[in-house]
């Protein structure tokens, strides 16, 4: 492990942070919301531990940045990215501790959408943007930022791409890894752009339009409202909203492809095909469900339930409505959806369609295989031919995914939280939905939870966002050694 090029790498990366922190630091300066000063002393505690360890690890520029490199500097980011990114909540007074602030910003940068605070239509201007910022930058990911606009860095960045974007398979846009960032960080600010531009539309103020931009094209969930996107009771913003839940769900790269003119790409894609019909069956069984039991009538029940399983589904964590009242079968749906997640290359997080589906083929081969022994069995993802390397990963993915979520479970249920309260707070984090049931339900926070739990969901959250390997690996002695 070349540790000197890892610590000087991440020291640029805090030098950009702190760079981000000036923006809402003016943003404080305009409106005189009285978070300046936090911000300010933010940005420079960031800005002078990035010096210093800039300055403290030189390193050559012929140096090659290696897999274990690649899976250390991704890893570390984000623990960094939450560590100085949370300060300005912590010396704004907006949480009452640093866990808490800690808790927040890596909710924001991993685009859970777990929240510590229960006013939120109280916090300044600035904070609330900057909340809704951190998921959004977040939401392609730190590292695929840096490679598109940072080419001072100097490093060959496959190594981060890979280690940082979700998904077995990496989609390469462009010969070049920068150009491959740069274009999808191009759609990910079209879509946003036009987001914005129909809440605007619709009457929502700059500030409210802005941030669940930010969160939605994230697929975050942070919302300027106590009572989320439910509070604005617009039928046409449910609409917009779920509409970017939707693509920012989906696959950025068939996004681009669409944008080029291969629009029949959507077609083509088996996990968009899944994807689409999960969250039309769901929302059909939702609304039904809602219907029948006399919880709305047919037209508020379609739209509560197209809402809320796109929300659940993409991960993103918006809620409209207090689930939580709905029937059991409709909560045991929205429950199974936090474990789906959205395509792979989507700023979505959970295990994602493309695993899922890949597993179903996987099973019906080894079925068929029992059936005829002789037969040769070749599991296809649409055209392509799905190598047994890929599929020995996801099957090794969800084996760690499961083992974590049980593992993770039982820790929180030792600190005191009651198991349905434990269960879906460890699914939320992991799935990088935000919202569960019980204490962490749909109109409570995580703010009651004893400290220990907080920093065993940050850690679930960090494991989600990166997909469990990028973390575990680290773990590994073998990682270490020359």
Known sequence: MKLALVFHLLGRLLLGLALVLLLPLGIALATRGGDALAFGVSALITAVVGGIMVLAAPFGKGEELGPREGFAIVTLA??????????????????????????????????????????????????????GFTQWVGGLGIIVLSLAILPALGVGGMQLYKAEAPGPVVDRLAPRIRETARRLWRVYVLISAAELALLLGGGMSWLDALAHTFTTTATGGFSTRDASVGAYGSAYFDGVITVFMFLAGANFALHYHALRGDVRGYRRNPEFLLYAAVLAGATGLLTFTLWRAGTYGAPEALRYAAFQAVSIATTTGYATADYERWPALAQGLLFLLMFLGGCAGSTAGAIKCVRVLLMVKRAQAQLFKLAHPRAVVVVRLGERQVSDEILNGVQGFLLLYLGVYALATLAVTAFGPDLLSALAAVAATLGNVGPGFGVVGPTETYAPLPLAVKWILSACMLLGRLEIFTVLVLLSPAIWRK
């Not at 990215?81 to 949480?95: I, N």
């Open 78 to 131: 984000w623990v960094f990215a939450a560590a100085f990114g949370g300060l300005p909540f912590y010396l704004s007074g907006a949480v009452p501790t640093y866990t808490d602030a800690y808790f927040e910003a890596m909710s924001g940068f991993t685009t859970t959408g777990a929240t510590i605070i229960s006013r939120i239509e109280g916090l300044p201007p600035a904070t609330l943007l900057w909340r």
